[in-house]
């Protein structure tokens, strides 16, 4: 078996520097491009990652890392689990992603605890695996073409059905992997890897079996290539073992969120990952030595925790940052340029630095009045009907939108006059709820590049990038802010805006804020404090803001915590102490409001199902929480929720409007599982990436079906 080479990444950004890939996709969806074009982007955006990787000094090189859409799809597609439904489209692939008019996507949920969203695939027992090993053989020769040799990279077997919650079709799709790792083969590949994130999180006896299992099979075929098997985001706990005990070559271990590995792995090489995917603070050499050096194996190969997928490209891109900030930070460039040094820096073994941190107590919620005090007060003086209809905060950002905020940031627009251009979309956001017929409006932030950079740049010891794209899904991207000081409020920061909407309406209509754990998770935060530490200060600015709003006469407030589940320790654990303080934060950014004023809080895309205990302790007086992609799964387990909740009916994330019978299916389902005067109607999650003309065509709908399951119940 060929050695493995001395310094790899698990995965690298594939958005492109400037987001080519995100323009690419909307063009060809738009009918503006063709397929043709699409994939001479990707063919273009792959070629200059394996170009620079090399230039950079890397020696693994990864493929199959580059993904259209979401790399758990491609798996799915790879293994031929393609739903029948779908087979008939026009694009099968972008019809499972993104649905068309007449078929919904399938369902989208977090990557682990990362804010990035895969498709989930969907397996059924009659599911028949059948390989199409296109993708990953096709770009093992385009590289080989270009003068590279590099390791394909697929979602293992156990995670993908994990995943799936399918793992009882093990033996069935291990067929398709056998048959991969021969095609690799005999195309000359040295070494695979398979990711297998899900074991770091706690597993049954029967799912470590599995593991051992697939491994065994995998391993004992006569003519394959090595087998990296890669883990990350926390320890690999008990199924480090069991990988150890099968045939494979290589185990992947993350080295800044575990630890390092108490296990003897002689005989294995274990690829150390010591340059964190996940940050964007420099690395410690002398923490990474010794770590490096405290692990008992055959081999030490440095690496990533994990993917740069979750990182942006370049700090060189960023030059208007404070130099002394800057210097400070490792973007994937220069992530690759650390552990490169690392490897050719030699190490030995010395006791690694104990990265164990003193937890901080338990924390004491503060306390508003009894929900059923409030919800009194709050019937009287909204006077709301039965299933209030609403959405959840945003409202398109139109194209004009962008460009005079990218004309203010130039100079060649003075903020007055966009200011009344934001004015004007706000006008328009308005008028189009009230003649649908929305009984609580939103100003539709048009004011706003993103949720959490917007507060971001309003806050103290926050700074902004101008290039630092990470990919959230598909051609979505987000530009997380870096939170490296001490967090305070200069000044109000949404008031303006809230007060200027609702002089134009006699609806109520809600003021907007993010929750301060959802601002903390979307960020690269400091790692001098205990991350419960930061959040509590991110909760004290919100606070502020909270009654700054209700003095300036809002009377229902948002406070959005999307990234509640998403935090969660993947270790059972530790899930505890992080829900009790995250409930407590939350609770105190709202604890200053009145009885009288209403509370929401939104999630979406997270499994929510999990933490609904959780979510019911932050005592919003609303909940909306997304339902309609995911099938209306929530309703299973709302039963015992105390306070209003709106399980979403429209799903944002797809461009095809919902019919008004689609809606009034599931809103029939939300007051069997939940008593009417408690269910709100809503959207899944905000409308910024959808067009009017979707939004209109789909709220009006909504608003339809609300009316008439509303008459059904008051007959």
């Known amino acids: 078996m060929p050695s493995f080479p001395k310094s790899t990444v698990l995965g690298y950004p594939r ?115 059948k390989l199409d090993a296109a993708k990953p053989l096709a770009e093992v020769r385009e590289a080989r073409a270009l003068g590279f040799e590099t390791r394909p990279v697929v979602v293992g077997p156990v995670t993908f059905l994990l995943l799936a919650g399918a793992l009882d079709r093990l033996d069935d799709v291990l067929g398709c992997y056998e048959e991969l790792l021969s095609l690799l083969a005999a195309e000359g590949v040295a070494w695979v890897q398979l990711d297998e994130p899900a074991l770091v999180a706690d597993r049954t006896g029967d799912e470590l079996a599995a593991v051992r299992s697939a491994y065994e099979r995998l391993g004992g075929l006569g003519r394959r290539p090595g087998l990296f098997v890669a883990s990350y985001f926390g320890d690999l706990g008990e199924a480090l ?88 930070l490792a973007f994937a460039e220069q992530k690759v340029a650390e552990l490169v040094a690392l490897s050719r820096a030699g190490f030995h073994e010395s006791p690694a630095a104990d990265p164990s941190v003193a937890l901080p107590g338990p924390v004491a919620q503060e306390e508003r009045s009894p929900y059923a005090v409030r919800a009194a007060a709050q019937a009287g003086h909204l006077r709301l009907p039965l299933l209030p209809t609403t959405t959840i905060g945003s409202f398109p950002q ?20 966009y200011e009344r251009r934001v ?47 990470v990919q959230s899904y598909g051609s979505r991207c987000t530009r997380p802010p870096i939170l490296h000081g001490d967090v305070g409020r200069p000044e109000p920061i949404t008031v303006r805006w809230a007060t200027y909407a609702q002089s134009l309406t006699d609806k109520p209509v809600k003021g907007m804020l993010t929750g301060p754990v959802t601002i903390v998770a979307w960020s690269f935060v400091r790692d001098d404090l205990p ?10 600015a919100i606070r502020e803001e909270v009654r700054d709003l209700e003095a300036a006469g809002a009377s229902i407030i948002q406070v959005d915590e999307p990234a509640l589940r998403e935090l969660l320790p993947l270790r059972r654990g530790a899930q505890g102490d992080y829900l009790e303080w995250a409930v407590a934060a939350y609770r105190r950014a709202t604890s200053g409001a009145g009885d009288r004023t209403q509370i929401h809080t939104h999630l979406c895309y997270s499994d929510a199902g999990e933490i609904l205990t959780a979510i019911d302790g932050l005592d919003a007086d609303v909940t909306t929480i997304e339902s309609a992609r995911s099938g209306a799964r929530i309703l299973g387990a709302v039963g015992a929720f105390e306070r209003g909740l709106g399980p979403g009916v429209y799903d944002i994330h797809s461009p ?43 709220l009006a709908n909504v608003v339809a079906a609300t009316r008439k399951v509303r008459a059904e119940l008051q007959a």
């Open 423 to 469: 004015e004007g979309e706000i006008e328009r956001a308005i008028r189009v709820q009230e003649r649908l017929g929305l009984d609580v409006l939103v100003h539709g932030e048009p004011e706003r590049n993103d949720m959490v950079q917007y507060f971001a740049e309003h806050l103290d010891g926050f700074a902004v990038t101008a290039n630092g794209w």
């Open 656 to 698: 095809r409007v919902p019919g008004a019978e689609e809606v009034e299916d599931l809103l029939r389902r939300t007051v069997r599982a939940l008593p009417a005067e408690r269910v709100w109607v809503n959207p899944d999650c905000g409308l910024k990436t959808r067009t009017y003309e979707q939004v209109e065509a789909s």
């Open 15 to 129: 958005i492109g520097p400037r987001r080519e890939l995100k323009r690419a996709l909307e063009s060809y969806w738009d009918g503006r491009s063709s397929r043709a074009e699409l994939d001479r982007t990707g063919a273009e955006l792959r070629e200059r990652t394996w170009r620079r990787l090399a230039e950079l000094g890397l020696e693994g090189l990864p493929s199959n890392t580059f993904s259209l859409y979401d790399h758990v799809l491609d798996t799915a597609v790879l293994l031929g689990a393609v739903p029948a439904r779908y087979r008939d489209a026009d694009d099968p692939y972008f019809a499972m992603a993104r649905g068309t008019e007449g078929l919904a996507p399938l369902r989208m949920t977090k990557w682990f605890d990362t804010n990035y969203h895969y498709i989930v695939p969907e397996i059924g027992p009659d599911t028949a695996f």
């Open 398 to 417: 139109t194209g004009e939108l962008r460009a005079a905020r990218a004309a203010v940031a130039a100079g060649t627009l003075s903020q007055a006059d």
């Open 241 to 328: 073992p069991v990988l150890a005990g099968t045939p494979v070559e290589a185990i992947g271990v993350d080295l800044v969120r575990g630890g390092v590995p108490g296990a003897d792995l002689t005989g294995k090489t274990v690829v150390a990952g010591v340059v964190s995917g996940r940050d964007v603070w420099r690395t410690s050499p002398e923490r990474a030595l010794a770590a490096l050096g405290a692990v008992r194996a055959s081999e030490v190969v440095v690496s990533t925790s994990c993917s740069l997928l979750h990182v942006p490209y370049d700090v060189a891109a960023e030059p208007a940052l404070e130099p002394s900030l800057r210097d400070r």
């Open 531 to 540: 991350l419960r530490d930061v959040v509590f200060q991110v909760a004290d």
